[in-house]
């Protein structure tokens, strides 16, 4: 498969970057009916075993929805499940993921430390030292604008800041230390998103584009927003929902735990 396409400027672009491999992470996250020959749209397959080893629950760090505020945050999920409405025909039909904006993966949170991906008290006390490193201020962030990847249409989101902490700082600072488990690689850069799903097929980028450029124009929100949050979905089925393990405060620079992993 193909990088995928970036909306930038207010049209959408496609990147012309040699193919790269699609990481385990996105794929299972985003993936289309046609990733694989044995997956299908309804999400029930687990094609996913040589990547989780048996393992069940993989962990994400990301923004929530809801921390935008109870006005912002509405209005964002109410543009959202507008767009999801206009392009139903063309996503895949169970989509359970919450909305959110990927910061970085994390890893798995069960199953044998020295696998590979594995996510433990020693890799949190990792993210959580490099959290402190960063301005005790909140992200300042705008919602607004439509855009597609290869397997799935998104919102788009950017950074504000000035002197804070930005998206992308918090990336660089949670990004796995191997290369290997990272989210996004040279050729992949990192594009802030809120996914609305994914589509049912590899739809020709004519077709994308018409209905991208079909859906309303948005206002754009802006918002002050002070927590991210470690969560966890089942790494055996296709666009499952997030568990929420913990929260993490920007200003006070505090882990607040919801939900334990069974190591912590």
């Known amino acids: 498969m193909s990088p995928g396409w970036l909306k930038l400027c207010g049209c959408l672009a496609f990147t012309d970057s040699p193919a790269v491999p699609l990481l385990p992470h996105f794929l299972q996250s985003h993936a289309i009916a046609s990733a694989s020959a044995s997956s299908s749209a309804a999400g029930s397959s687990d094609d996913w075993s040589g990547w989780h080893l048996g393992r069940r629950r993989y962990a994400v760090w990301v923004l929530e929805i809801h921390a935008l505020g109870p006005g912002k945050g509405e209005a964002v999920r109410r543009a959202c499940a507008q767009a999801r409405q206009a392009l139903a025909a063309a996503l895949v039909p169970r989509y359970e993921r919450q909305l959110h904006v990927t910061l970085a993966t994390a890893g798995f949170l069960d199953g044998d430390a020295a696998l590979p991906d594995a996510y433990g008290a020693a890799e949190l006390s990792r993210d959580l030292h490099a959290l402190q490193d960063l301005p005790a201020t909140p992200l300042q962030l705008e919602f607004g604008g439509w855009g597609s990847f290869e397997m799935a249409p998104y919102l788009q989101v950017r950074d504000r800041s000035q002197g804070g902490p930005t998206l992308g700082m ?95």
């Open 170 to 264: 918090l990336h660089g600072a949670l990004r796995p230390a191997r290369p290997g488990l990272a989210l996004t690689e040279a050729l992949r850069p990192y594009v802030p998103h809120v996914t609305l799903g994914a589509w049912n097929a590899a739809w020709p980028r004519a077709q994308v584009l018409q209905w991208i450029s079909g859906l309303p124009v948005l206002e754009h929100w802006q918002a002050a927003v002070g927590e991210i949050a470690l969560v966890s979905y089942a790494a055996d089925a296709l666009h499952g929902p997030l568990t929420c393990h913990a929260r993490y405060d920007l200003r006070g620079r505090r882990l607040q735990w919801r939900e334990r992993p069974g190591w912590a």
